[in-house]
């Protein structure tokens, strides 16, 4: 469902938009305390925008970051 609405981040793209390393990106994916992110096959990962979002304003709630 990638439409304008909701675009589709690759991983490279919402570590930028996040303001971290593709690295901090990955190992919050390994541990599950990131951003929902969706898989295509073994090596793309892509993350939609509204989803860091409603993460980034779930961590805002919670007083802390992943």
Known sequence: ???EQFPR???IE???YLRV???T?????MSGTGPTSH???PRLVYYFKNE??????ACDAR???A
């Open 1 to 3: 469902m990638a439409t």
């Open 9 to 11: 981040l690759r991983a």
């Open 14 to 16: 919402a570590a930028k």
């Open 21 to 23: 390393s593709r690295s």
């Open 25 to 29: 990106l990955a190992k919050w994916r």
């Open 39 to 41: 898989r295509c096959g």
């Open 52 to 57: 860091i979002d409603a993460w980034l304003e």
């Open 63 to 65: 007083g802390g970051a």
